[in-house]
């Protein structure tokens, strides 16, 4: 019998990562500042990565970048995203090369692993020095990436607030109101994403009663089907 085998994913690094931006129809409280709603059109895109392609921890080469971007506009794309790396000169490249080919970038906003201290300061500055290097150039920004998962208890599903460890949760709070806050005082027409995944979405009733300001939420699943 001829068994016929369907895989449908839907991550960060598929075509449709981004198709799956759900706007939230509010404005942030800060600065009395009205942020643009997304239009109206579906969004498609992929990760793209600057560092890696050819073996784990390779240094930079533009012409990945270039290769990467070049598919994406092959495959019909609108919007491109990558992690925004300590280089800025990688981020430059990035942005410029993903706006000549009419790509929308989006630059996804992780905490450098060797930050130490005052967790809101530090996000507020690194957030607020890329965001004003890039006002006017980015329209979107990743708050962390699939931030909820990192808070939720062992063995929870994370779909309910109290599934969230206390201590882990005023941690991941701080983090993303730091990077939050840190956008909105370097572009204030940018648009801030916050990302969870899976059935990890209970945490973000909370982050919104805390006051982390955001205007699109992202939803990363995996779905596959088997047809035998």
């Known amino acids: 019998m001829k ?50 392609l050819d073996k784990p921890y390779s240094p930079y080469n533009q012409q990945n970048l270039i290769k990467q971007l070049d598919y994406l506009k092959e495959l019909g794309a609108s919007d491109s995203r990558a992690n925004a790396e ?63 998962g990192v808070a939720i208890k062992p063995g929870f599903p994370g779909n309910k607030v109290t599934d969230y460890d206390e201590t882990k949760y005023l941690q991941l709070k701080d983090m993303l109101k730091g990077l939050s806050d840190g956008v909105r005082a370097g572009d204030s027409d940018a648009q801030r994403i916050i990302s969870s995944n899976w059935l990890g979405v209970g945490v973000m009733d909370r982050l919104i009663s805390d006051k982390v300001d955001f205007e699109i939420f992202l939803w990363v699943s995996i779905k596959i089907i088997l047809k035998l």
């Not at 016929?4 to 839907?10: G, L, P, Q, R, S």
């Not at 942030?28 to 643009?36: E, F, R, S």
């Not at 530090?122 to 909820?148: C, H, I, P, W």
């Open 3 to 52: 068994k016929i085998i369907i895989i449908t994913v839907a991550v960060v690094a598929c075509l449709v990562t981004l198709s799956v931006l759900l706007w939230l129809n509010r404005t942030p409280t800060q600065n009395n500042t009205t942020v643009k709603p997304m239009d109206n059109a579906m969004h498609t895109g992929a990760v793209v990565r600057a560092f890696g």
């Open 86 to 148: 300590i280089d800025m000169t990688v981020n430059d490249d990035f942005v410029r090369l993903s706006l000549e080919r009419s790509l929308t970038p989006t630059l996804i906003l992780e905490p450098p692993q060797s930050a130490s201290g005052n967790v809101y300061n530090l996000m507020y500055a690194y957030a607020q020095r890329v965001a004003t290097r890039f006002n006017g150039k980015v329209d979107y920004y990743q708050l962390g990436n699939e931030a909820s």
